[in-house]
């Protein structure tokens, strides 16, 4: 049991409030229940209650066991001195307040309904995956529904915050924030944060002055990811990049990454970093200022368009320098191309739409990532199997949400389909 069930029960007023009283008998009726204050200080601010007749306006408190009151210290503390009423779910003392006043006690427990406990209880302890799956199937499809849009929502928020601590950096510089996204969605999930820090090692401004050379602009990325083999290569494109990359050092002062940072291991040979670093080289090579070809979209086929890209001729028959694979053209995929939309480019038209207010980009991009088909990754198909199906980007979004930080932290008292199996 913890103090988050009784906080629930209070602000959802879902118990029963007839007949309440004190510890010592008096009667209790609640005219305001306060506001719900989850930082430092008292539980509910500003409540009315009437105990024996008598109004009190002030704050409400609660805890687990009455006693809880001193080992929190709160009789020493002056913020709780106008504390009205004591709720809590088991009452082992009476407690005062630092004038000595006694503060008057409501024992929560029998007033709330035993199944809501229960539940509660159940959801809390329960090891599966998903620790309300047993009971996933009495949430109407409505219910599913509306929960899922407003994660989705909840879920471009927290894009927000990280993309305008980028714009923040970059000093509202859109093209360079929107490289760094970009360069994060190339990276998949594996290799995002290393994706990121090639961005620091090749400011937007470099990619820019040598988006007219596509060589030039490969030495620049796979010399500073660490990539470039050391050894003089016998291949002549390789060692035109070595070439130019040693220019390039020189010319600009680089430092490069570890090779280290790079993960091959248990991937696709397909989602390679040396691909993606290639196939980001040909993008930027296709559109030197990509935020203001593609906020410029009308349609999922338009953006795909700019984004279909070819690198060059070695990767058609390489993996990694010096690793030669069958030969087909590796232009980047549909899949990753719906990937680098759902993970960077929409969020940060929306983040971008938002702020600026225009309404058209945030608008046309929800549209697109509720016409992008859904993600399929382990979680998604892990919420397949209990027959949650999303119907397209925007809902596997939610999803992921919903089990990032609200499953996995067991938060099913914010969350709607909780709120809706507590009450069963
Ligand atoms: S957070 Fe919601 S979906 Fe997740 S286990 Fe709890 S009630 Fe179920």
Redesign the pocket.
């Known amino acids: 049991m913890k103090e988050e069930l009784l906080h629930y029960v209070w602000r959802t007023k879902k118990f029963d409030t007839r007949q309440l009283k004190t510890t010592r008998g008096e009667p209790i009726q609640i005219e305001s229940f306060g506001t719900y204050h989850q930082n430092a200080g008292p539980d509910f601010e500003y409540g009315r209650v009437r105990i024996a007749d008598e109004l009190w306006i002030g704050h409400i408190e609660m805890h687990l066991n009455s006693s809880d009151w001193y080992k929190h210290r709160h009789d020493t503390d002056p913020a709780y001195n106008n504390v009205i009423l004591h709720v809590v779910w088991e009452h082992d003392m009476d407690v005062q307040r630092s004038d000595g006043t006694t503060i008057p006690t409501l024992i929560l427990k029998p007033h709330t309904p035993a199944a809501l406990t229960y539940n509660y209880q159940y ?1 809390q302890a329960s090891e599966t995956w ?4 047993k009971m ?1 199937f009495s949430i109407s499809d409505i219910q599913k529904i509306g929960w899922l849009e407003s994660l989705a929502i909840e879920r471009m928020i927290y894009r927000h915050q990280q993309f305008e601590a980028k714009m923040n950096v970059n000093v509202s510089d859109v093209e360079s924030t929107f490289y760094q996204a970009i360069a994060r969605g190339f990276g998949m999930k594996v290799n995002a944060d290393s994706f990121e820090q090639l961005t620091q090692k090749v400011p937007y401004e470099l990619i820019r002055k040598y988006a007219d050379n596509l060589i030039t602009l490969e030495a620049l990325l796979f010399g500073q990811a660490g990539l470039l083999p050391p050894k003089k290569s016998s291949d002549a494109y390789v060692r035109k990049l070595q070439i130019e990359y040693a220019f390039l050092k020189s010319k600009h002062q680089l430092q490069a990454m570890s090779i280290a940072h790079w993960k091959f291991s248990r991937m696709r040979p397909a989602n390679f970093p040396t691909l993606r670093i290639a196939q980001m080289a040909a993008l930027y090579h296709k559109v030197s200022r990509p935020f203001s070809a593609l906020s410029e979209f009308r349609s999922l086929k338009e953006m795909t368009k700019i984004l279909e890209v070819q690198s060059s001729e070695y990767w058609n028959t390489h993996y990694h320098f010096d690793m030669i694979a069958p030969g087909s053209k590796r232009s980047i995929g549909k899949t990753a191309i719906h990937l680098v939309l759902i993970n960077s480019i929409l969020p940060f038209f929306i983040y971008y739409g938002h702020v600026r207010h225009i309404a058209d980009l945030k608008e046309k991009a929800l549209s697109i990532l509720e016409e992008i088909p859904s993600e399929d990754n382990q979680l998604i198909r892990e919420w397949k199997f209990l027959d949650i199906n999303p119907g397209s980007a925007l809902d596997s979004q939610a999803l992921i949400q ?2 990032k930080f ?2 996995d932290s ?3 008292l914010q ?1 709607a ?2 709120s809706q ?1 507590m009450n069963k």
């Open positions: 959801l998903v620790p309300c799956q996933l919903l089990k609200y499953c067991r938060r099913c969350c389909w909780g199996i």
